[in-house]
């Protein structure tokens, strides 16, 4: 039974397993279908990473994009479009294709490569859409690229000459079919490989943009160490095949395929290039190599028996370093007889050139014999080849034939070193000038001034050989104006020849100039410079300088109190004398009184002496404003002083002039304001109220700028008075207060002190009598000390910035602050300065605000804001049938409430409001307030009451005749906020009516 069921389970596992098969009809993978866009089933996209890190290490600015183009039956589809496009708002780079045609695995790729330069600086990461379409589908992929400042802004310093392929080649002969490796070296200035560097291809045409063979890769980094081809399978999975490679310095490098070959006298141009980090616009290195792909079948590789290499010359003479030196060298392939073979492909390497050192280059690696069977290419020197060494250079040059067994040629070069050999080895220029100083008095006739110098170059080349006969020499003579400006200084002869010797002359002449002479001597791309000393003549008169500043204060007034008066001596032609003179400075009348020079009191006149044409003397200010004359004469330095005071000696030039003003003295008046308008919300309950200090002197001049302010803020209270009396009980606080002075009201502070300085204030917190005793405010178990309202800035100074960013002479600016709680506080702000006396000593300057505000203390202001009232009723009808209503035809009593609140929505006290309410009465009725008070102070809570009414007269008949109508009359109630800032609220209506019953 268990063998027959089992065969039964076998036949039914074998007959699904046939019908399988005959429902199976798929094409195989690998099979590929004729190119239809209407075949396309499925697209499948994948990228090579998705996410790369920048960091200008061994990162590579690009990311591939791979798309498979399926049927249904999932076989790969050739020669398919591929739309490749970015859809991000920023591209920041591009794409290497857009479209692509599918090959015959059903595969296309894109390379995005980023660009450094078109990246702002403040973006770190970059995030770039990028979709791909074939025949109505689309698939979307993000790449990332995270980016670290050392890649964007590298620090390249390549050498555009350090910059070429490698070997340093200019055509390249490429096998159809063959994968070949090309490598670039990128060295710096002293000729050592650097890493890290990004080299750019692009792979052109010579005569058509589009190129016949391709590159693997648009960019590679110098000094990578591990070259790797990775490809991805259809599930998105890498195979990777790694061919180890020895690192090289400085050397990126690339591989070149050609499938079709050229056409003929066609060739692909293979441009490798460094970009400028901060342009990406800009190349700072770049090298092209010409690449001519030939077929296996155009070489005559089976006729050749053996090579044959010879040069032109196998020796060269380096000679000088400004000429390039070449070798040429010959190639020939032979059959066993002897005779040349053409159209044969030849590699030409050099053996024994070291990386960091470029003994020298050829002009192609790979060159084919023409029709005769010669090939002919070129060696070259660089310039600088042997840096001054003296030792000769071997150079071996291999010649072969590629895929053929013929063994490979050698052939040398001696590079000789036949440099010239000088002092220095430097081309240079030397100016020399005699005499240097002038005029200069001649020894050898008669010590006669002469105003002429004469001024030799001489001129020697690298190679310490002087210029050929008859070179020119341009010559200019230059000095430096006052604002830095180069200007022609003198006279010179401005074009010479050098003799034979390499010396050239020239005569510069002094003119009419004074100070010192810039000689510039240029020729061959050489240029020297030397200098003259120009003296000035005799002098000829004063130039006064403007005195900074020209207006100071009067002794004591704190601010500047001298300032200098300056001259210069200048010669008949303008020049600064350089010789010594003696100067007479004298304060001439009418000047203020106490003026004097020098610092020294009582002294009226100073004799100074010059210094290269220039004197100065310092003015003292007085204990009275105005101007100040001075006069100045000048003598000889021979002069004698007592001469000069007398008044006895001749002077050569005199000035007088009026150098500085005494404008202002010390603070003796001021005054401080400020206005409600300016006051501004500062957040957390806090206001800004800006104050302004006003100070002046005797002589209503404002006082010099910087003039020190201090301020601050005092209670207001009366003055301490041990006789004052007890007076019954505040009703605002409950507490018995001691009274100062019952003439001034009801204070509930007193001011004790015994300094200007003191603003402390106490309040009484306990009943006592002075009769049993004085108990000074200082006793803390009667007084307490009270919180001053607000607080100021304390420091400020004259002249200062206000809140507009204006300044004013004489006027200090500060700000007080306080907040919604003491609104309407009453305080008294002070400043201190300082003044003087009439014995010229400094003493205290206080200024009240009180003062300038008819004794009034300063009541902190109100910020609206707003006042809202209410009413207990608002309709009221005056019928005598309704029950309840005041047959003495009065309303019942009606309660107007106000409650004031500021910026903040805080209730604040203190506030004097007035009613006004239209037709209210305010007594006669029952329930009215006894005494009615308008206006009140707002309590704790911000809010004031009234007790009003009306009465029905307010309602007028409107006929005589039954049933009588009356007139309904409406009362728009009002409460006004009566100091410092008047404000009014939203009016309140109450509305009256009067029914009659009856006919």
């Not at 800009?282 to 044959?308: C, P, R, V």
């Amino acid at each position: 039974m268990r063998i027959q069921n089992f065969n039964k389970i076998i036949y039914g596992v074998f007959a699904i397993f046939l019908f399988i098969l005959s429902c199976d009809n798929r094409i195989p993978t690998n099979q590929t279908n004729e190119p239809g866009a209407e075949d396309v089933n499925q697209l499948n996209v994948w990228i090579n990473s998705g996410y790369v890190v920048l960091d200008g290490i061994n990162s590579i600015p690009q990311d591939t994009i791979y798309a498979q183009v399926l049927d249904e039956n999932g076989g790969p589809i050739n020669g398919v479009n591929v739309t490749y496009s970015i859809t991000s708002d920023e591209s920041y780079g591009s794409l290497s294709s857009i479209n692509v045609s599918s090959d015959s695995t059903g595969m296309a790729m894109s390379i995005y490569s980023i660009q450094p330069g078109q990246i702002p600086d403040e973006i770190d990461s970059v995030n770039i859409d990028i979709e791909i379409a074939v025949s109505g589908k689309i698939e979307r992929r993000n790449l990332t690229f995270d980016i670290n400042p050392t890649w964007k802004y590298p620090e390249l310093n390549v050498d555009p000459f350090g910059f070429s392929f490698y070997p340093n080649v200019d055509e390249l002969i490429h096998i159809i079919g063959s994968e070949e490796e090309i490598k670039v070296i990128s060295k710096n200035q002293n000729g050592v490989g650097i890493c890290n560097v990004p080299v750019y291809f692009r792979l052109e045409n010579n005569a058509q943009n589009i190129s016949s063979g391709e590159i693997n890769h648009l960019v590679s980094e110098s000094c990578e160490n591990n070259q790797s081809n990775n490809d991805e399978n259809n599930d998105n999975q890498s195979s990777t095949s790694d061919s180890l490679a020895t690192a090289e310095t400085g050397i990126s490098s690339i591989k070149y395929t050609n499938l079709n070959g050229t056409l003929y006298e066609d060739y692909d141009m293979l441009i490798a290039y460094v970009k400028d980090p901060n342009n990406d616009n800009q190349e700072i290195a770049s090298d092209t190599l010409n690449i001519k792909s030939i077929s296996l079948e155009e070489i005559n590789i089976e006729q050749i028996a053996y090579i044959h290499v010879w040069v032109k010359s196998s020796e060269l003479s380096v000679e000088d370093f400004q000429t390039t030196y070449t070798d040429t060298i010959y190639a020939e392939a032979l059959d066993q007889y002897g005779s040349r073979v053409g159209n044969v492909l030849f590699n030409f390497s050099l053996q024994n050139i070291d990386t960091d050192i470029s003994w020298g280059s050829l002009e192609a690696s790979s060159v084919i014999s023409d029709s005769s069977g010669l090939a002919i290419n070129t060696f070259r020197t660089y310039p600088n080849i042997f840096n001054n060494e003296e030792e000769n250079h071997l150079i071996n040059i291999s010649v072969s034939v590629p895929g053929s067994s013929i063994i490979s040629q050698n052939i040398n070069v001696n590079l000789i070193n036949n440099l010239p050999i000088c002092s220095n080895c430097e081309a240079q220029l030397i100016l020399s000038t005699s005499p240097n100083t002038l005029p200069y008095d001649d020894p050898t006739n008669n010590d006669i001034p002469i105003e002429q110098s004469l001024i030799t170059a001489f001129m020697v080349d690298s190679t310490g050989n002087p210029p050929e006969d008859g070179t020119i020499i341009e010559f200019q003579s230059k000095a430096q104006n006052e604002d830095g400006d180069w200007i022609d200084f003198g006279y010179i002869e401005p074009y010479k020849y050098f003799d034979e010797n390499g010396n050239a002359e020239a005569i510069f002449n002094m003119g009419n100039d004074a100070g010192l002479a810039t000689i510039i001597g240029t020729s061959n791309g050489l240029s020297d410079t030397a200098y003259i000393v120009i003296n000035s003549t005799n002098a000829s008169y004063i130039e006064i300088i403007p005195s900074y500043p020209s207006e100071i204060t009067v002794s004591g007034g704190g601010g500047q109190e001298a300032t200098e008066a300056a001259v210069q001596i200048k010669d008949g032609n303008g020049n600064l004398v350089t010789g010594s003179y003696k100067l007479f400075f004298q304060i001439e009348s009418p000047s203020p009184d106490g003026v004097h020079l020098n610092g020294l009191e009582g002294s009226t006149s100073a004799i100074q002496m010059s210094t290269v044409g220039q004197s100065a003397i310092t003015i003292n200010s007085g204990t009275r404003p105005g101007s100040v004359k001075i006069s100045c004469k000048l003598y000889s330095n021979e002069t004698s002083d007592s001469d000069i005071i007398n008044g006895l000696a001749q002077e050569v030039a005199d000035a007088e002039w009026e150098p500085v003003t005494i404008a202002t003295g010390a603070p003796e008046f001021g005054e401080i304001n400020f206005s409600p308008v300016d006051i501004t919300p500062i957040n957390g309950g806090m206001y800004e109220l800006p104050i302004s200090i006003s100070l002046w002197d005797v002589h209503s001049n404002p006082v010099s700028d910087s003039t020190g302010v201090y301020v601050w803020i005092e209670e207001n209270a009366a003055p301490w008075d041990s006789t004052g009396l007890i007076v019954p009980t505040n009703p605002l606080t409950g507490f018995q207060y001691h009274l100062i002075n019952p003439d001034t009201g009801f204070p509930d502070t007193v001011k004790y002190g015994t300094t200007k300085f003191d603003s402390l204030a106490y309040i009484c917190i306990q009943d006592h009598d002075n009769a049993t005793g004085v108990i000074m405010p200082t006793n803390e178990e009667y007084w307490e000390r009270v919180q001053q309202p607000a607080f100021a800035d304390g420091t400020t100074k004259t002249g200062g910035l206000n809140a507009s960013g204006d300044a004013y002479s004489g006027i200090a600016w500060s700000n007080i602050y306080y907040s919604s709680a003491t609104t309407f506080s009453r305080i008294v702000i002070k400043a201190q300065t300082f003044t003087n006396d009439v014995n010229d000593n400094n003493q205290l300057l206080i200024i009240d605000s009180r003062d300038n505000h008819d004794g009034e203390a300063t009541v902190l202001p109100f910020q609206p804001g707003q006042i809202i009232v209410s009413s207990s009723i608002q309709f009221w009808d005056f019928n005598p049938e309704i029950d309840g209503h005041d047959f003495q035809g009065f309303t019942d009593p009606i309660t107007i409430q106000a409650q004031i609140t500021d910026y903040y929505g805080y209730p604040i006290d203190n506030g004097n409001v007035i009613l006004v309410a239209q037709g209210a009465a305010f007594e006669g009725f029952n329930g009215a307030d006894d005494p009615f008070e308008n206006p009140k102070t707002t309590n704790a809570q911000g809010i004031a009451q009234w007790t009003i009414a009306y009465n029905e007269a307010l309602c007028q008949p409107e006929s005589n005749e039954p049933p009588i109508t009356y007139a309904d009359f409406t009362s728009s109630v009002v409460v006004q906020l009566l100091d410092p800032t008047q404000i009014s609220s939203d009016p309140v209506d109450i509305s009256l009516t009067k029914s009659e019953i009856g006919e």
